[in-house]
């Protein structure tokens, strides 16, 4: 078992993974682990997640208290609130994490729910990641925007217009949950930038969710994937090929138009002359 001190080494060493993966710049992003019942560590505020040492880290009771001094003079982050309501609701759940990562973020700024039954990793090991409405961050109306949608099979949530949190037994398990989300939603962009996503029909779902219910992961969407029921949230991220596709075609057929166009009043242009000087050179 880790000592506290351990722990609040793997924070400052997971908080360097954050920042070197760019998920959180400046001061951004914080996580915390649960060390006993109404035990808390947690990231303190205004320091950046790459630079912190054991003895910035902050430890706090339920209720966000600060209960030890630090040292350094250090203050527990503003989304204490975020961490310790989804630490009440989950009793398995002992480390949260919250981060801007950019490509998930980007999603979660447009509004475009995450695509389901498109990536086998994210699928397994996120599930349905929903998106919480935007709420002012370090208010109580944050958690209380996460709350409703968090189940007993949620690890993952999307903020909306902030960022992402990510949730586990323990806090490699959060951390390994926001690296699937980013590198799923870079996937996802890059996708779209191709032009054309294949999505898993019903079967393929059904027999991955089989698999990952195999690997410990239970997921209710295995009892209605059979009937199709995945994905109803895709059309959102799917109309965006199309909005994609008819976009270009109109911009490529207005620049050929407008070629043509030029083309033609040039071509219009040069007959009139012609023939100006036909008449021209006839009466003169
Ligand atoms: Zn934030």
């Not at 398995?92 to 999603?107: G, Y």
């Amino acid at each position: 078992m880790q000592s506290v001190w351990q722990i609040k080494q793997e924070i400052c060493e997971i908080g360097k993974r954050i920042w070197q993966k760019g998920f959180c710049a400046g001061n951004e992003g914080n996580h915390s682990v649960r060390i006993a019942p109404d035990r808390y560590l947690c990231t303190p505020t205004g320091i950046s997640k790459g630079f912190l040492d054991p003895e910035d880290i902050i430890t706090c009771d339920g209720e966000g208290n600060q209960v030890e001094p630090n040292s350094r003079g250090r203050r527990p982050t503003s989304e204490i609130k975020v961490h310790l309501a989804i630490y009440k609701v989950r009793n398995d759940v002992n480390a949260v994490i919250h981060s801007h990562p950019p490509h998930a973020t980007a999603f979660a700024i447009a509004g475009i729910p995450l695509p389901e039954g498109v990536h086998p990793e994210a699928e397994v090991f996120l599930g349905k990641v929903k998106t919480a409405k935007y709420a002012t961050p370090s208010t109580h109306d944050l958690p209380n925007s996460l709350l409703p949608l968090i189940g007993p099979e949620t690890n993952t949530l999307l903020m909306g217009n902030h960022g992402s949190v990510s949730f586990d037994k323990d806090l490699i398990g959060a951390y390994y949950k926001l690296e699937i989300l980013d590198a799923y939603c870079r996937i996802l962009l890059l996708t779209k930038s191709i032009g054309k996503m294949n999505v898993l029909d019903k079967n393929q779902m059904t027999e991955l969710l089989k698999v990952k219910e195999k690997f410990g992961f239970p997921d209710s969407r295995l009892a209605c994937s059979p009937s199709g029921c995945v994905g109803q949230e895709n059309n959102a991220f799917l109309a965006m090929f199309e909005q994609t596709a008819s976009a270009q075609c109109s911009c490529e057929s207005g620049k050929v138009e407008g070629t043509q166009d030029a083309l033609g009043a040039a071509a219009f242009e040069d007959m009139v002359q012609a023939i100006t000087d036909k008449i021209m050179s006839a009466v003169a």
